[in-house]
């Protein structure tokens, strides 16, 4: 296969799959379009896709910056909450009174409505950028937490008795069994919490804004500046959606033995 | 009290799975010595506690009763020793390492000084037939395949003891067969100074069981106890052709009386 073949295949292939939602989009918003005009819908209930790209464009680098604190946040707060939840994890795979310990307080962590926790932090720790990041913290924490102590315990038995028949240490099992037998787990996890810890460092924004996309969502609500709000949430989305195109190429590299990846790809 | 005139000494053992609510004894009173260099199969009915004496003799499991000795010692010794070369009947092959990296896998969890010679990497595979598969991973290989980097993974250390649970019995018949043979010709020529190596071999197949060993032990049903014990006495190298002989077709029946009475 020439080069010049191989990339018109890959485009094909890639147009197969993007086509189809585009034309979707695109039907969307040009309904969108057409019916606010035709109703002649008031700007401040819903605004036109037109004018929501013009505020955009008016000032992009604004609403970038924004993004960045919010993005910033939530993968502080994700990365917090992940690291303490795998930690958590080992020990509970390890361990049956470890489990019985702390898993029925992680779901009471799961369990308690986020809007309620996020005005407490408020008051212990002020405005500052921490509320956020542990809000991000709380929400990314359970599902990793349950993914993790699951992929930790999915270990082929054929390999565990293999190591342990030539005498490997519990450390190395871990580190040559258990952490690879993990990964899978690990991915389907940060699918999860990255998307989830974004929404968790919006909402504190609201209760905390000092900076970040919450407190435009908040203000832009406040002021009837419905555009705003609006580019708000698709700046977002596309945060969202880039995040997940990332951790799927990456997935594709670092799981290119698990079948999950495989059967995609042939 | 070293009794090393036996490579592996099974005593009275008896192994009771207890998970608190219901007990299940797997093995009751077995008492198997096997001497350095023999092989020999385990067969019996499903269910019967063969695969449970497999992982008492290799220090897997510690049996409730009794004693299993390798060399004179409780084989957690052997472990530490890297005596033991154990091959399931899953490759249990870790998926996201090439098949080179899987044999080598053993060895990183190695920190003696060996005193022994150990066979590189080029060696196993050639004696596995899998050179040109070094860099593949497990999931790009057969079954058949999977099961000799199993094998392979299993020689790394040079063990004087093996230990094969039905290593073959997630493979086609044909590949089975086959298998059965290339084993015989890795055991025939991987002695080493010691000899051959000693090998436990599990098996519910009768063919299989008198293709390859010296001595056949008949388990019975749950709980298992020994119920016979046969020596193999037909000459090596063992072929295809041997088994439509009349001594082999007489070994076969013999096993398959005793397998029977025990289902009824």
Redesign the interface.
Same mark, same amino acid.
Request: glycine share 4%; no cysteine; net charge positive.
């Given at each position: 296969m020439s080069i010049q073949e191989f990339t018109q295949r890959s485009l094909r292939s890639i147009l197969a799959y993007v086509a189809p939602p585009a034309v979707l989009l695109i039907g969307i918003v040009a309904f969108w379009e057409f019916y606010v005009d035709w109703r002649d819908i008031s700007i401040i209930v819903v605004p036109p896709p037109s004018a929501v790209v013009e505020r955009f464009f008016e000032n992009p680098d604004f609403f970038w910056k924004e993004g960045g604190y919010t993005l910033y946040e939530a993968t502080l707060g994700l990365m917090f909450g992940s690291s303490v939840a795998i930690a958590l994890a080992v020990l509970m795979a390890h361990s049956k009174l470890a489990e019985r310990t702390f898993l029925p307080l992680a779901i009471v962590i799961k369990v308690t409505p986020l809007v309620a926790i996020a005005p407490v932090l408020v008051i212990i720790f002020g405005f500052g950028t921490t509320p956020k990041i542990i809000v991000a913290a709380l929400l990314s924490f359970f599902p990793t937490l349950i993914n993790a102590m699951t992929g930790f315990r999915d270990v082929?038995?054929?390999?565990h008795?293999? $190591?342990?028949?030539?005498?490997?240490?519990p450390w190395?099992v871990f580190w040559? $069994?258990r952490v690879?037998s993990a990964m899978p787990y690990l991915f389907a996890a940060l699918k999860v919490t990255y998307p989830l810890a974004l929404i968790g460092a919006v909402v504190a924004e609201w209760f905390t804004g000092d900076r970040g996309l919450g407190l435009v969502i908040f203000s832009a609500n406040a002021n009837l500046d419905t555009p705003t709000l609006f580019v708000a949430i698709g700046v977002l989305a596309i945060t969202g959606v880039t995040i997940n195109i990332v951790l799927s190429v990456i997935e594709r590299r670092v799981l290119?033995?698990?079948?999950s990846v495989?059967s995609t790809t042939t | 009290m070293a009794n090393t005139e036996y490579h592996v000494s099974l005593h009275d053992l008896t192994h009771v799975f207890d998970d608190g609510r219901r007990s299940l004894t797997a093995l009751s009173s077995v008492t198997i010595d096997v001497p350095p260099g023999q092989f020999t199969s385990v067969i019996g009915p499903s269910g019967c506690g063969k695969s449970t004496l497999l992982r008492l003799a290799g220090g897997l499991l510690t049996p409730s009763e009794g004693t299993a000795l390798v060399d004179g010692e409780p084989p957690r010794k052997a472990q530490r020793a890297r005596e033991i070369g154990f091959v399931f009947q899953d490759p249990s092959l870790l998926p996201w390492r090439t098949v080179a990296k899987n044999i080598a896998l053993p060895l990183e969890v190695d920190h003696l000084e060996r005193t022994r010679e150990l066979p590189d990497l080029a060696e196993l595979l050639d004696l596995v037939g899998l050179s040109e598969f070094r860099d593949y991973h497990p999931y790009e290989l057969s079954g058949g395949m999977q099961q000799r980097v199993a094998l392979a993974r299993a020689l790394a250390f040079n063990p004087t003891l093996l230990l094969m649970d039905e290593p073959f019995g997630a493979v086609d018949e044909i590949t089975r067969s086959a298998l059965r043979y290339e084993l015989l010709r890795i055991w025939e020529r991987h002695g080493g100074p010691a000899g051959r190596k000693t090998v436990l071999f599990v098996t519910h197949s009768v063919s299989e069981a008198i293709t390859l060993s010296d001595r056949v032990i008949v388990l019975s049903g749950r709980p298992g106890r020994v119920r016979a014990d046969i020596a193999i006495e037909l000459p090596r190298p063992r072929t295809e052709e041997m088994e439509q002989t009349e001594p082999f077709l007489d070994y076969a029946a013999q096993l398959r009386r005793l397998l029977k009475e025990d289902a009824q």
């Open positions: 082929n038995e054929g390999a008795s293999f $190591l342990r028949s030539v005498h490997a240490s190395q040559k $069994l690879p290119f033995w698990h079948e495989r | -």
